[in-house]
């Protein structure tokens, strides 16, 4: 909404809304994968303050994390296609003494194994809720000295989060003591980590991404370092996901506007099927069976050695690619330009 | 620039909110005004149109953006029986004055095989039509070609006029004295004619089609005098457009400026007339150009909104003479409400070298985080900024906690400071002192001794803890096993000395028995430590 004055400023009203769209048919694909038809407006619903994260609870229910501190529930009634607020947690992070302190704490970031909610946020706080629970389930106040900046699910009791001073923590749940049970750490200087994703199938294996756009894989069974490190992009990594069923595929997205795809498949030539339905699903069973590769291509040391093809999808780049998802061959990307790209045709 | 998504916002809109509904109506009349001004302006001075040319552009102009009769034309042609409906003149009117012959012979068609007693005149006229001199885009004819060819075809108009050929029927006369240039019987139809500026395009296509641009000057003054007819007097689109007609490139840019509420037409106008050079460099009484001046206008005004700060800063970066200062000076100014949003800013500073405003963003970040008490979070600013002098202030604000509770806060941070440890000395000091404290704490007293000694002798611990280390020492002096070696003992004594002896006698006075009693205390540990250890190295089996 805009409104403007007599003298030529302009005046702004914020209104940031979460929005659900639907982008239609498989049947309506050009030549090179892009969506043919408009994206649908569904419907949507007004949101107080930037929106820093969010994820599916489940078919129907979303948890965003907002600027504001707030961690908020919606649901979305498909029958009438409306949006409302379900649960909301206000403060779930803050400064701790509001006498002294200056100005809110974000919450950065947050994960859903239904029914459980993790966030964090930039007052080092850990919240862990449940979806129909008004209080949080459990709280670690000062949990890190430094904005932690993304928070993901290691095994169903125990999470990853990252810092502002380069630090990977694994913390265990289920122990009472507010002290992570692991920290790991990255060779150099304390580059601050912005994203972490866990591989899908084999659970030591961990992704980071850091403000120097580099790229480190962590194998968590052994030693405090990173197994290896990867030159990517020019600038803050803002996410980084294993493909949920194909995790020999990874995305990263960045400030410096690009969007890469590592692909580190020993077959290129074979092609993985998405015919069936599901993907990835919000609770992380553990997967029994192992990948071909005994040990992971992530862990190799030399990515030269190994075929690792990294492309950049994105051709004309300008400003930030804030965050991207994948399913199946789908992949969704937002940029700091307003826009949101769909490729229905990832593998193709 | 493309505005024709807005035309599809109004009807799902409509129907939600009448208010929004006007809303958005205005600003699409608003669009729609920009967009024929855009267009006239980039016919008449980025692509100067010569004489022929220019008219073609013109009607393909009006034919564009004079939008008022297209549902009129809509409703009929999509009529069962064109020639029957009672709006079919109305149409046949609007093609011909807008020259769209051949649209106008369709109709004209439909309407003769519904009247075959007067075939001969619509095959008369028709053929007129048909024969119509228009000035072409390729080099195929000259424009005195042109002239003679179109001076014959009048004169042929002219003669089946006087003839008769066209009095039984009112619609085709009056057609034929449109053809003529006729400015009354163009007048006359003056509600399909909508604007003055369409009223001069159709005069000139049928009384001066070879004309030349500074001719448009005086055929638009009469156009408007006539149209107007005194009725009404211009309104400010009508001001802009004749100043364009005029060729008056800063007088169109003055009333954009006085008639639209923001600087986005204007300086984007002006910015592409500008690389056209087509602006005399008009030195404004502060030095920068009017390009410059107005792209600063609006780029400052694009810093107030919440996201479309990003693009501001490209448009700073385009102008040569004060677009660094101002981006230096609106870039600080933007709320950071959240890290990330911090962070942007950041990055686009370094990519500037804007290192002043890196400094003073990350100094602001880290006074927040030290307020809320995020040690580590203001640490991460000041490595991010090196700013050495931060680094060091937070240390002591660690240092200081540790003197109060007795313990370290945020160990975290501390145990793992890794090279950023060497941002400055405070900093380093404060991790080989937590290191001293884990040493100790896993009995590697020995090791924990050295390191305390060196803090201390090679300076890296300032003089205002060495009282603190000092007294670190005494347990370690008190142990059973001798710790400190008989070189190090005369060390810490040493320190003790120094320090003691840099004290002014006024100072000394003021110390309270805590302090003198901790001073006696080190003295007498340090002379029993000493003499333990003489003896131990003195012994045959001591080391």
Redesign the interface.
Known sequence: AGG???T?????V?DNRISIWSVGDLGNVGLNGEYQGEPQLLCDIRHNG?V?DMQFLDQERIVVAS?TGTVTVFHHHQNNQTLSANQRWEKAHS???QD???????C?GVICNNPEIVTVG???RINLFRADQKDAVRTIDNA????LHAVTFLRTTEILTV?????L?IWDLRQQRNE?SQ?F??T???V?LHCVDRHPNQQHVVATGG?DGMLSVWDIRQGTMPVSLLNAHE??MWEVHFHPSNPDHLFTCS?DGSLWHWDTSTDVAEKPSFLHQGGRSTTYFSHNTINQSVVSAWLSNDPTKDRMEITNLIPNQT??VNSLDILGPCLVYGT?A?AIYVNRQLFA | MCFFLIFLILPSVSARDPALHSQYSTQVSILSAMELIWNLCEILFVEAAAAGPLLLRLLDWVRLHVCDVDNMVREVLSSENPSKHELFWNVVDVFVLQGRMDEARHLLAKEASANPTSVNMYKTLDDLMKKMPVPSLGNTQTLTEMELKWQHWHEECQRYLQDGTFASNSHMESICKILLGDEDAILEKKELLATWYQFLVTRLLYSHPTVKPMELRFYAQSSMDLFLGGESSPEPLDTILMAAFEFEMHQVIKECSIAL???WFVAHLTDLLDHCKLLQSHNLYFGSNMREFLLL?YAS?LF?????W?LGVDYFDHCPEYGRVYLELHIERIPL????KA??VL?ICEQRQMHEQVRSICKIMA??AL???????A??WS?RAKDAAFATLISDRFLKDYCERGCF??L??ID?????MLLSDRLTFLGKYREFHRLYGEKRFSEAAKLLLMLMTAHIAPCSFWMTLLTDALPLLEQKEVIFSAEQTYELMRCLEDLTAGKSDKQKFQDDDVETMKVEMLRLALARNLARVIVKEGTLEGS
Do not use: Y
């Open positions: 403007q004055t007599k030529g400023g302009v005046i702004f914020q930037d820093m600027s400064h701790v003494d002294t302190s200056c100005g809110g704490a974000a950065t930039e007052d080092g890190d000295s430094s904005t810092n502002s001073i380069g630090q923590k992570p920290i750490s990255l150099g200087d304390r601050p403000q600038a803050e400030e400003l930030s700091d307003e | 509420s923001n600087w206008e005004g107030s909104h919440h996201s479309l990003q409400n959240t890290e990330q962070l942007k990055r006074m927040k307020r809320n008490n995020r040690l580590g979070s640490l991460s490595i806060s945020d975290d941070l793992n400071l890794g090279p950023s």
